[in-house]
Structures are given as structure tokens and as C-alpha cells.
């Protein structure tokens, strides 16, 4: 085995355990393995802390769409793009509740609302406030991602019974200035800063597929399991290219690439749900098992991300019978 990555492990009996920080060479060299190596690398840590045949099951909500101020390079959102979506106001308290059901009716666990902002204005704050008491009344995990929060914000959220908030780190460092110009990565990390300090548990990944190098991917990988504690959810989106985006026509990820991501966050976060997020419309099934078998034990569910299309709630239970997966936390 590797000297560099063998020093990243303490060995208790049969357990490999990971510990932080993790260098960006010592990501970069789990990238490098042999894609067998690594798999059963990532495969034997998944399985000395979760159920392997268990995924959590997450169903997201677009609650405000378009006309975002920033301009992420992938994000159809973004005003200052020209894509197809329409710009709708906050929804209504009923429609979101009604829609929260509906998840819960079909199997999800979690209800992330998410909504397309630099950050939520006082005003704004109010009525995502009692959409998180409701959805949580339902016996439902909650879960928003409203963008940079402000001092303050983050501890009414937890007052309002929020479990998890999401926020990107999205790419390396050294890479956000070539795919976010309206914030920074340090503004990312603030805010994640201001979240664990509310005592709300952190949900925080990335988008691979934007053109950036194995070296971005591992330095991405390295920031997030290097947060102290690492995020408790790490989504890894793959690029949805929308046209109208700057990133519409970037080259496509190999798809083992992509796995080796997954991977490589398994093996750096063991304890973390990791999760197989955007990007599964576009993958065929093998795919998506070989991400389950490379670590990934969670998914978005339900025929719609925020924007672009998901596969349906039946293709997914499908799947799940064909590879014996049954979702997490699922009552009997
Ligand atoms: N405005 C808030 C923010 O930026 O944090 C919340 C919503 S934003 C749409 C949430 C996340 O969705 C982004 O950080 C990014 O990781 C993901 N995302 C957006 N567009 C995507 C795309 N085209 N492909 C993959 N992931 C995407
Ligand atoms: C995350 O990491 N991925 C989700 C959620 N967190 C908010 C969003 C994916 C968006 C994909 C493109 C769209 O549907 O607009
Ligand atoms: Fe899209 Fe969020 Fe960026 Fe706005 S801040 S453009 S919603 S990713």
C-alpha cells in the first residue's frame, strides 16, 4: 500500500479509520489507485460504518426560483444567464406542506427546500421560518439551502426546528474564481462557520464535471474533509449542463471519474451520508451501482432537482428491488 496514504489510517482491529487533515496530494493519490483498489478501499470503510445495503432517501423542493443576483458559471438560476427557467416568487405555506406530504407518502426521510438567493433578507427569512416548522411537524427531516446567511439568521433556523442546512463548497479554492465571480470561497466558508455555530448540522458538497482537473477534484474533496467536524451530508452533483449557462458546452466527466469521486469522499468522510446528487437523470443504472458500491449512500428522489429533471420516484424503487437497497430509516 501506498507509504503516504497508509499514514492517513489508524487501524482499530478490523477498522480503517480516517483521520484529518487530509494534504491535497494524499486525495489526490486515492484518485490515483487502481479503480479496483479503490473501490474495495471505499467499499471496506462504507461498510465498517453503515449499512451497505441502506441509502437515505431526500426529496428537494424549489420554493423560490430564479432571477438569482449571482452568476455561478452551471446555475440556471442566475439572472445573468439566459436559460429557460422562469422566475417565480416564494411558494405558499399550503403548496409546500402539500408537497412535503407527498415526499413523506412516497418514502423520503428528508425535505430540502432550497431557494435561488445570494442570501435570505430579513423579510424573506420569515416565511421559510414557518415552512421548516411544518415540514418538521410532519415527522420529516428538514433541510434548506437559502444561500449566505448573516449573523443571527443561522440560530433562527435552528429556533424554527431546521435539522440540516446545505451549502456548496462547489469546486477547489483555486478553482471558484473561474466558475463564481459575485462571492467568494471564504464567504462560502463563513457561512458554513455561522451554521455549525448554530448547532445545525452541516450539508456540504460539490459539482464535478466543470472543467476542473483531478487536482481541483481532490482539493475540493481535501477542504471538505478538513472541515472540523466534516460535514454530516456531503451531495457530490455531477455537472447538469443547461444551455443557456457559461458551462453549457464544457467537456463531459468520464463516468469513472466520477465514481472515483464519490470514492475518494467515502474513504476521507466514513461517517458522513454521501450523496449521489444531481446528475443521475443523465447516468445509467450500472453507473449509479457502481457510486453505491464506491460509498454513496444517498440520493435526491423525486422526478425533479430544482430545475431539471431527476428520475421518477418509481424508476428509483426499481432500481433499489434490482440492487436489494432499502432506503434508510424507511418505517416498515
Ligand atoms: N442559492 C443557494 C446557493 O447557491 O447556495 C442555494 C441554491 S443552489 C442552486 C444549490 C446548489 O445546487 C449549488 O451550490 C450547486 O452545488 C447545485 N447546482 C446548481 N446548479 C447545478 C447544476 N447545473 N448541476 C449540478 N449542480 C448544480
Ligand atoms: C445539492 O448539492 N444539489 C441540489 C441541492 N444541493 C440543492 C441541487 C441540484 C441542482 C441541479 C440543477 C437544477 O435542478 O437546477
Ligand atoms: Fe444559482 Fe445559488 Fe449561484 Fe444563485 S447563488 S446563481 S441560486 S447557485
Redesign the pocket.
Known amino acids: 500500500m501506498n507509504e503516504m496514504l497508509n499514514a492517513q489510517f489508524v487501524a482499530a482491529g478490523s477498522e480503517m479509520r480516517a483521520r484529518a487533515p487530509w494534504a491535497v496530494a494524499e486525495a489526490e493519490a486515492l484518485f490515483d489507485l487502481p479503480f479496483s483498489d479503490l473501490i474495495f478501499r471505499a467499499q471496506s470503510v462504507h461498510r465498517s460504518h453503515f449499512d451497505p445495503n441502506e441509502v437515505q432517501v431526500s426529496t428537494l423542493l424549489s420554493i423560490k426560483t430564479g432571477g438569482?443576483s449571482?452568476d455561478?458559471g452551471?446555475?440556471?438560476?442566475s439572472k445573468r444567464h439566459h436559460t429557460e427557467v422562469e422566475q417565480e416568487n416564494l411558494l405558499e405555506l399550503e403548496t409546500v406542506v402539500a408537497k412535503a406530504k407527498a415526499a413523506k407518502d412516497k418514502g423520503a426521510t428528508r425535505f430540502c427546500m432550497?431557494?435561488?438567493?445570494?442570501g435570505p433578507k430579513q423579510k424573506d427569512l420569515k416565511p421559510v421560518l414557518d415552512m421548516i416548522t411544518a415540514v418538521r411537524a410532519l415527522g420529516l427531516e428538514t433541510c434548506v439551502?437559502?444561500?449566505m446567511l448573516k449573523e443571527g439568521q443561522a440560530e433562527q433556523l435552528r429556533e424554527a426546528g431546521l435539522d440540516y442546512y446545505?451549502?456548496?463548497l462547489?469546486t477547489a479554492p483555486e478553482y471558484y474564481g473561474e466558475v463564481v465571480t459575485t462571492h467568494t470561497y471564504q464567504d462560502r466558508l463563513d457561512t458554513l462557520g455561522e451554521v455549525r455555530q448554530a448547532g445545525i448540522k452541516v450539508c456540504s458538497?460539490?459539482?464535478v464535471g466543470m472543467g476542473e482537473t483531478r487536482t481541483h477534484r481532490a482539493a475540493l474533496i481535501a477542504q471538505l474533509a478538513n472541515l472540523n467536524p466534516p460535514p454530516e451530508s456531503v451531495?457530490i452533483?455531477?455537472?447538469?449542463?443547461?444551455p443557456g449557462?457559461p458551462?453549457q458546452d464544457v467537456a463531459a466527466l468520464d463516468p469513472f471519474e466520477f465514481v472515483r469521486t464519490v470514492a475518494v469522499a467515502r474513504i476521507t468522510m466514513p461517517t458522513s451520508l454521501v450523496r449521489l446528487?444531481?446528475?443521475r437523470e443523465q447516468m445509467a443504472e450500472p453507473l449509479q451501482a457502481l457510486c453505491f458500491l464506491a460509498g454513496a449512500n444517498s440520493i435526491f428522489y423525486g422526478e425533479k432537482l430544482?430545475t431539471?429533471p431527476n428520475p421518477s420516484a418509481d424508476q428509483d424503487l426499481a432500481l433499489f428491488d434490482k440492487l436489494g437497497i432499502r432506503a434508510m430509516g424507511a418505517e416498515a
Open positions: 438569482c449571482e455561478c452551471y446555475c440556471s438560476q432550497g431557494a435561488a438567493w445570494r439551502t437559502l444561500g446545505n451549502h456548496n462547489d458538497g460539490g459539482i451531495p452533483n455531477l455537472l447538469v449542463q443547461v449557462t458551462l446528487s444531481a446528475g430544482l431539471t
